[in-house]
C-alpha cells in the first residue's frame, strides 16, 4: 500500500491544521494506522494512532488538541490539528502496520 500525505504548512500558534494521508489500497490495516512526527535531533514520536476497530491512542502532548480520524470510503486517515504550538512544528509521517508515506512539513510560528 501506498500511502500519500499532504496538508501540512505553516500556521501561527494556536491556529489549525488537518493532515491527510490517502491509500492506494485500503486504509484498515491488521494493526494500526496513524502519524508519527520527527524533528532533527529528536527521537520519532507516535502522534497519534487508530486500531484496526477503531480504538485511538495520542501522546500526551497534544491529547485534547489532536483528533485523529479516518474515511473508510476514502481510504484516507486525517489528523485534524487544533491550538497548535511551536513545539508541535515537525515533519509528520503518517503510517499503515509497516507502510509510511513521505512526510509532510508543519511548522508553527510563535
Known amino acids: 500500500v501506498q500511502l500519500q500525505a499532504s496538508g501540512g504548512g505553516l500556521v501561527q500558534a494556536g491556529g489549525s491544521l488537518r493532515l491527510s494521508c490517502a491509500a492506494s489500497g485500503s486504509i484498515i490495516s491488521i494493526f494500526s494506522t496513524g502519524w508519527y512526527r520527527q524533528t532533527p535531533g529528536k527521537q520519532r514520536e507516535l502522534v497519534a494512532a487508530v486500531t484496526s476497530g477503531g480504538s485511538t491512542r495520542y501522546a500526551e502532548s497534544v491529547k485534547g488538541r489532536f483528533t485523529i480520524s479516518r474515511d473508510n470510503a476514502r481510504n484516507t486517515v486525517y489528523l485534524q490539528m487544533n491550538s497548535l504550538k511551536p513545539d508541535d512544528s515537525a515533519i509528520y509521517y503518517c503510517?499503515?502496520?509497516?507502510?509510511w508515506g513521505q512526510g509532510t512539513q508543519v511548522t508553527v510560528s510563535s
Open positions: 503510517f499503515r502496520n509497516a507502510d
